[in-house]
């Protein structure tokens, strides 16, 4: 009997998972092309510098994960990402529009050349026993560019300002305005002082990675 119901009970999981599985919205790149209109006059456009909620460079997001892309937009359509001009634009999109643009990102700017399993420049001393601390590379993965889940951001090579603002943001509570919500994250973050935070991020953007600005042609 108890033979029996493990086996339907496993049926039952296999079911679900496939279900799951099944109901996954697919970006399409094609698509994703045309709604990517609020992005570009951020993210399209080299050297440009968010205000809020301190000058920064907006993230690189071309060759970006999709799954990761897709996880933030999300995250701020739900409120656990508080940046105010990102919560509108997220809000804005449907899950359909949110895969797609993803889409759209994931091979935006795509060179295919291989990155190195190692970072090409050592950390200081002081660095490396901050990520050793962190355990940045058991998630971030091989030279911070190749994350264990798709769902994790490539963060080699990503402006050091903005990595800064972002592990920052980690930190903060009880605020409508800035904050990031990631249990794991706000974990890690707060073992350390901004000042640790800054060195470990302009180590981690000093690093060769995927991510890149490709200006749109409407800016060039």
Do not use: W
Not at 34 to 41: D, L, S, T, V, Y
Not at 44 to 72: L, N, R, T
Request: aromatic share 6%.
């Amino acid at each position: 009997m108890n033979k029996t119901l493990t086996t339907i009970f496993a049926l039952a999981v296999a079911s679900v998972t496939a279900l799951s599985h099944a109901q996954e919205v697919k970006g399409d790149v094609e698509a994703g092309k045309q709604k990517i209109a609020m992005c570009i006059g951020c993210h399209g456009i080299q050297g440009y510098q968010a205000s809020f909620p301190e000058v920064h460079k907006v993230p690189m997001i071309s060759g970006q994960s999709g799954k990761y892309i897709a996880a933030a937009l999300t995250a701020y359509k739900k409120g656990e990402r508080k940046h105010p001009t990102m919560r509108g634009i997220a809000d804005s999109l449907s899950e359909q529009d949110i895969a797609d643009v993803a889409a759209y990102y994931e091979q935006h700017g795509k060179t295919g050349a291989e990155l190195p399993a190692k970072p090409g420049r050592e950390p200081s001393v002081q660095v490396a026993e901050l990520l050793k601390k962190g355990a940045c590379v058991s998630c971030h993965g091989d030279n911070f560019a190749k994350p264990i889940d798709p769902s994790y951001p490539k963060i080699a090579g990503q402006h050091p300002d903005y990595l800064f603002v972002a592990l920052k943001s980690y930190k903060v509570e009880k605020n409508a305005m800035v904050g990031r919500g990631n249990a794991i994250m706000g974990g890690v973050a707060k073992q350390f002082t901004n000042a640790e935070l800054k060195a470990l991020a302009s180590y981690v953007g000093s690093l060769d990675g995927d991510l890149h600005t490709v200006p749109q042609s409407r800016f060039r």
